[in-house]
T-cell receptor, first 118, second 112 residues
Framework: KAGVTQTPRYLIKTRGQQVTLSCSPI?????VSWYQQTPGQGLQFLFEYFSETQRNKGNFPGRFSGRQFSNSRSEMNVSTLELGDSALYLCASSLGPGLAGGPYNEQFFGPGTRLTVL | AQTVTQSQPEMSVQEAETVTLSCTYD???????LFWYKQPPSRQMILVIR??????QNATENRFSVNFQKAAKSFSLKISDSQLGDTAMYFC?????????FGTGTRLKVLA
């Protein structure tokens, strides 16, 4: 099975611009989560989609948004970029809950998109 | 609210020795999973080991094993016979109902 893919791998933008990142999960996985990783803040949860519905959202401003398509592919968008948005953005896919309503199974991570805001 | 705490930001160990990384968590749920993930420098995050809360037996994967103390809400990772390739950031993670929470990570350096 192919792993989680993220495009693009690297991106350079300037302040005020917007950016869209894409994530293709492992085939059969219906849950996609997005994380922001920075040296100072560690791994910060952005949001999670399951079957096209946003199930969880982290504490990020409304400039950060996402969506999931019927084929489980997901995109996240950041509008009005700020210097502090420079980070590695990780996507992770999972089968979702194990037994009915139970905990989520393990997440599989993509290589990330390195975003630099100048 | 669930929390995951990794109290050791950085650790080092000599090659071939054993090291234990600590993780504590807090939850009121009874059915959950715990994971350890490894992120080598500039490389992809991968799953190291998984533990189901309902299992009393500690999970083991080759040189990696956990000490799962459910009552104490502790989930430590033991790496035996440490290798240079074990140098990485290690994240402890909790999975509950609609929740997936990561700790802040422990940076492990294996010294030659």
């Amino acid at each position: 099975k192919a792993g989680v893919t993220q495009t693009p791998r690297y991106l350079i933008k300037t302040r005020g611009q917007q950016v869209t990142l894409s994530c293709s999960p492992i085939s059969g996985h219906r849950s996609v989560s997005w994380y922001q990783q920075t040296p100072g803040q560690g791994l910060q949860f952005l949001f999670e989609y399951f079957s096209e519905t946003q199930r969880n959202k982290g504490n990020f401003p409304g400039r950060f948004s996402g969506r999931q398509f019927s084929n489980s592919r997901s995109e996240m968008n950041v509008s009005t970029l700020e210097l502090g948005d420079s980070a590695l953005y990780l996507c992770a896919s999972s089968l979702g809950p194990g037994l009915a309503g139970g905990p989520y199974n393990e997440q599989f991570f993509g290589p990330g998109t390195r975003l630099t805001v100048l | 609210a669930q929390t995951v705490t990794q109290s050791q930001p950085e650790m080092s160990v000599q090659e071939a020795e054993t090291v234990t990384l600590s993780c504590t968590y807090d939850t009121s749920e009874s059915n959950y999973y715990l994971f350890w993930y490894k992120q080598p420098p500039s490389r992809q995050m991968i799953l190291v080991i998984r533990q189901e809360a309902y299992k009393q037996q500690n999970a083991t994967e080759n040189r990696f094993s956990v000490n799962f103390q459910k009552a104490a809400k502790s989930f430590s990772l033991k790496i035996s016979d440490s290798q240079l390739g074990d140098t990485a950031m290690y994240f402890c993670a909790f999975s509950g109902t609609y929740k997936y929470i990561f700790g802040t990570g422990t940076r492990l350096k294996v010294l030659a």
